[in-house]
């Protein structure tokens, strides 16, 4: 049996190295990687079974299709491309190339991705996107503290003597990082949880603490406040290598611990047990991406931040603030080739919908997409959807008819990473990870380098994408080669880059203005709560499924669910099992309810994933906002109403 090596390119942390088993030009199995430090050997349920649900499924498309009259029609790729290019000069023509959106989602995270951006710069520049769906806003609070967003190495954390993970599950997001924190326990470390739901993380922690959903920050607050009382705070590390602490000290003092108490729903004797806990140290901090999604959820970021500073946390081994790396960071992202653009318009990601309807001078007339999913997995499905259904034409790249791309006019099939060349970063470690191509692409199915490098060639600019994956590769990894590693070694295995500190700001050295760490100096609060919709709606990851990259068999499982407090319930004469309508100030759906004594009273909760054409998707409530710092998306700040169904 042949194996290869490759990697799994889904948006997961993980970023697992995968072992493909090939017999008789067919791939029968996935395995972790043994040889990998971080995959460790296993891989996740869905990775497992990618095979089955995404790249041998019957719903993968592995051919060139055409709309017409609303039916799809297979075309060959002549003909796709001709159409495209067709399109694309039409609109650019007659209206100015900014007409044109270029919709790049996170469903492939690669080097050679970089490329797209290359050729739409190349084309003359057209609108793309700034902000996320994902973790914008605590990356915005913790580059103003530190100056550079840099998490702890995974494995420091064997070196932690309490690991408090904070608004994360990585039991079910980031299974490679929940053995390594099972590892740490196992040799005596605290696993602490702080989240408003108990995950399968909490169900498996030391502690767990729920707090009201968004008073984080107030939480925060109160460990600080209970550190200097008990005379635990690190006043070397404050007075010299810490800006704004006045400012900062002053904020906390307005505010006394029962007050806090009350704000977060969290007793003092809790934040008292949490803070003996975690000055018992070193002592990591693990953020998670239920922390982001709020408006002014940076602000809850560096409040977190601060009590790393007070005690003393910061740039020791087994300590800091960790939420994230820089995936393309690694990579020589001058490639896409910005000053190429003769004109540029960017629209904000958490509110494409409107930021589409609203479009002007010129509007948007064409959408190009690739690896993305914005009408399930945005908020405000149904006005993204609208705002994608209002232009003159779309084209997608992707392996199958999502919400999205079955509102194509042109649709190509690309490759997966069984079939692809390329490189991978992680936004989950340091570790950079080769993809291999397993077998020949499937039916017609072909890579986006390849279908961007033949629309280049019919646009009249072919030498300027022209080069094989390597030849691209050997370029966008230079900065890695720089460091002393072959570009044959980095496709043969995965590698930790060496330069990546495993204890980030040992040196005490940041790169904020003043040269040290910056205490947060200002904070404002609002619940955004009203008596019309009182409860908040939270929605969490699934363990069966990546996103809106949901296995087949699940769609066909009845409508969704969402989980409530027995008292909610009951108040309203509803039982578990029923039918309800959940209502928020942008839309409503029909789900069915569950009783959950785990779940506070003051949110329901369902998954996230969901697709609108099966009534699961959750976004149809979510209200389309914009985070204050970080152009973030804040998903948590929808309130909504359960009502019974007469």
Known sequence: ????????????????????????????????????????????????????????????????????????????????????????????????????LYYQGFGARTALRILNRRFFNLFGGVSTLYGTVCGGTGQAGQELDFGERISH??????????????????????????????????????????????????????????????????????????????????????????????EYKKIIDGFDISHIADKCGISVNELEELASIYVNGPSSIILGWGLHRYIKGHQTFRMIDAVAAVSGNIGISGGGVSQGFEEFGYFNNSLEGAELAEEVRKLPMPTIGEAILKAENPSIKLIFISAGNPVAMNPNSKKVKKAFESTDYMIAVDQILNDTTELADLFLPATTFLEDEDILGSYGSNWITPINPVIEPLGEAKS??????????????????????????????????????????????????????????????????????????????????????????????????????????????????????????????????????????VGSLIAKVIEDEEVRKDYVLTYLGGWLKYNKCVNILTKDMISERGNGTPYNETFVRIKKLE
């Open 448 to 585: 986006e380098l390849w279908i961007f490098q033949q629309l280049a060639q019919r646009l009249g600019f072919r030498d300027e994408m022209a080069g094989t994956p390597k030849e691209w590769l050997s370029k966008l990894t230079s900065p890695i080669i720089n460091e002393g590693i072959l570009l044959e070694e980095l496709q043969k295995a995965p590698i930790r880059v060496q330069s990546a500190p495993k204890t980030p700001y040992a040196d005490k050295k940041f790169k904020t203005p003043s040269g040290k760490f910056e205490f947060i100096n200002d904070f404002e609060y609002k619940d955004g709560s009203n008596h019309e919709f009182p409860l908040r709606l939270l929605s969490i990851m699934p363990k069966k499924w990546i996103l809106s990259g949901i296995p087949e068999n699940e769609h066909k499982k009845g409508i969704l669910e969402v989980h409530a407090h027995p008292d909610i319930l009951k108040a309203q004469n509803i039982s578990s099992g029923d039918e309800v309508l959940l209502e928020s100030a």
């Open 153 to 246: 190495d995974p494995f420091d954390h064997l070196n932690s003597k309490a690991i408090i993970i904070w608004g994360r599950n990585p039991a079910v997001t980031d299974i490679h990082l929940w053995k390594i924190l099972k590892k740490a326990r196992k040799n005596g470390a605290k696993i602490v949880v702080i989240d408003p739901v108990k995950t399968e993380t909490a169900k498996r922690s030391n502690l767990h603490y729920r707090p009201i959903p968004n008073s984080d920050a107030f939480l925060a607050m109160g460990l600080s406040k209970i550190l200097f009382r008990e005379g635990f705070a690190d006043f070397d590390f404050i007075d010299n290598h810490t800006e704004n602490f006045e």
């Open 1 to 100: 049996m042949k194996t290869v090596v490759t990697a799994c390119t889904r948006d997961c942390p993980g970023a697992c190295s995968v072992i493909a088993h090939v017999e008789d030009g067919k791939i029968v199995k996935l395995t972790g990687n043994r040889e990998h430090e971080f995959t460790a050997g296993f891989l996740c349920g869905s990775t497992k079974n990618y095979l089955k649900d995404r790249f041998y499924s019957s719903k993968r498309i592995l051919y060139p299709l055409k709309k017409v009259e609303g039916e799809w029609e297979r075309i060959s790729w002549d003909e796709a491309l001709d159409i495209a290019v067709e399109k694309l000069k039409e609109v650019k023509e007659k209206y100015g190339s900014t007409s044109i």
